[in-house]
């Protein structure tokens, strides 16, 4: 039975991937931060079939400690302070949770199991103020935020522990992918579950920032299993994971408000204070080399999507109310 120790179990990525290896007869360890009362809410489902092990990407001794615990064939980095508005006010524990928090693993499997297979989530952000559309593996990262650079620290220090060390260690490059499961400070969950309170007659207005801003959207579930494929092949190597389209939030917002409706015009306000320091205008990811090479595709629908995460929020809203 192979084993597989991941972090950030608990979002809505480590989630997904939890099951899925479960269902492919993996052993499943998540790491939790000693520090933190986790919010298990996306495991509770499967919290009898994995095991938390402590510890904390910040302190090099507790992820030597997890490995030889967990004794894993693979590893999933996937925490992170991930929430790039909240960036600017917490940059420097950006950066050091979602940069310096690469290399402690790295070493923690350097030192303890160097035949582990590593993967590292690298994010779309990383190409920021965009040199080419749409992006690849080879386009230049341009970050435009501090958790856009600290990723891009993350990326590059893996590529240069595959190369320094010979170690299997990849990094996915996903773009934006999103799931009834997203925090509430992401915009297609803001969105979302909005669009559920005003239909519902819970909420009134719905207050955004840019809405011009163009995404790569997909779903969550969908991508993991890019993740694991990764990790299944002969050679280590890094993937762009996206679905080759882009919209708007204003096409979300559209959307949205139209599977119950009602017209977002009367609902949406422009918010001045919601818009970024320095923006990113369109990120569009060119999936080709993850499709030729990995056999893998996006099976959700940007629509699908945004349709599955408001009938999610009706029935939480329904059961609560």
């Known amino acids: 039975m192979k084993s597989a120790l991941i972090t950030g179990i608990t979002g809505q990525d480590g989630s ?20 933190a009362i986790p919010n298990l809410e996306n495991i509770h489902h499967i919290i ?6 402590p510890g904390d990407l910040l302190d090099l001794s507790s992820l030597i400690q997890a490995i030889k ?7 999933y980095n996937l925490a992170a302070q991930s929430f790039v508005a909240e960036s600017w006010p917490e940059a420097i524990y950006t950066s050091k949770a979602t940069g310096l928090g690469v290399i402690n693993m790295l070493e923690a499997i350097r030192l303890t199991k160097p035949d582990i297979r590593f993967y590292q989530a690298s994010s779309s952000e990383m190409f920021g103020k965009v040199v080419e559309i749409p992006q690849k593996e080879t386009t230049p990262f341009y970050p435009r935020s501090p958790y856009a650079a600290a990723k891009v620290y993350g990326h590059w220090i893996t590529v240069n522990y595959r190369e320094s060390y010979h170690m299997f260690a990849c990094s996915g490059i996903l773009f934006n992918h999103e799931s009834p499961r997203r925090g509430m400070e992401f915009v297609t969950r803001k969105v979302t579950n909005a669009v559920a309170k005003i239909k519902l007659g819970l909420q009134d207005e719905l207050k955004l920032g840019n809405l011009d801003a163009k995404r790569d959207w997909g ?3 969908d991508y993991v299993k890019a993740m694991w494929l990764m990790l299944q092949q002969e050679k280590p190597d890094d993937f762009v ?3 080759g389209e882009t919209h708007s939030v204003r096409e979300l ?8 409706g009602l017209d977002w015009k009367n609902y949406v306000v422009q918010d001045p204070a919601l818009f970024r320091p320095a923006e990113v205008d369109i990120l ?11 056999g893998w595709k996006p099976e959700v629908s940007f629509e699908q999507l945004i349709h599955m995460m408001v009938d999610s929020e009706l029935k939480k809203l329904k059961k609560t109310s």
Not at 284 to 294: F, V
């Open 48 to 53: 009898d079939k994995v095991t938390l092990i």
């Open 69 to 75: 615990l967990a004794n894993p064939d693979e590893v």
């Open 219 to 221: 779903f969550a579930g």
């Open 16 to 35: 997904y991937l939890a099951e899925f290896l479960l269902e492919k007869g993996y052993k499943v360890y998540g790491l939790k931060r000693r520090s």
């Open 241 to 243: 994971v996206a679905t």
């Open 253 to 260: 917002v559209e959307i949205a408000f139209r599977y119950v």
């Open 284 to 294: 569009l990811g060119d999936p080709k080399k993850a499709k030729e090479q990995l």
